[in-house]
């Protein structure tokens, strides 16, 4: 199984901010290839606020009931104009959940298919890329009374792939578009954190206490 990430950040400063203090949270499964993967429109790999029911959040092979991610999301840091820095996250052990999707209907995860086209509303005529693509847009200052967090003004949309024929079957790919909307950011930083546990899924978190991550600097 490969999970591959691609970010791309575009530098638009729009004329007006809209906020919203409500918010639309919504979850999907993708369920075409060998990854079952959970994915939310918090930015998240895992159930986070959503009303996701499940026990398993990335199951490979299907049916096996073998976990292989705890918690998944972007971090994103930068420094604004007046010297300030700061960090926004999806997901982490130590912060509140920071990016949330707005309270529009449509502000829910788009499922498209390969060839069809959609009228997204912050992407007039998407068209679908893989067998299975999942779209959602966040921001991180669509709740703006978060514990210890102020905003970035980022607006993320999220795109993932996935296929239901080799060798891409036991791929997902994601595509991470970030927009600032209010600051010049400077010295911007991106990161994806992922906690990832990895054995028989069972009730609690101890199928996992043996699991530990490396990483080799002179590798990559």
Known sequence: MKVVVKIT???LIPISLTFAQK???DWK???VGKVLQLVTNMGTLWRAETNYRGLIYC???PGSGEEHIGEGGIWIGGITPDG????SVTTGWGSFYEFYPTANDWDTIWVVRRNQTVNIPYWPNYTGISDQDFVCKYSDYNILNIPNHKPMYLDVIQVSYAWSTPPLDEIIFYHFYIIPTKFNLKEVYIAYWLDANVGLRLP????ATDDY???YKDQH
């Open 204 to 207: 609690g978190w101890d199928f």
């Open 84 to 87: 300030d820095t700061l960090v």
């Open 9 to 11: 950040a575009l530098i």
């Open 23 to 25: 918010t639309k949270l």
């Open 213 to 215: 991550s490396m990483y």
């Open 29 to 31: 499964i993708h369920n």
């Open 59 to 61: 199951e490979y092979p």
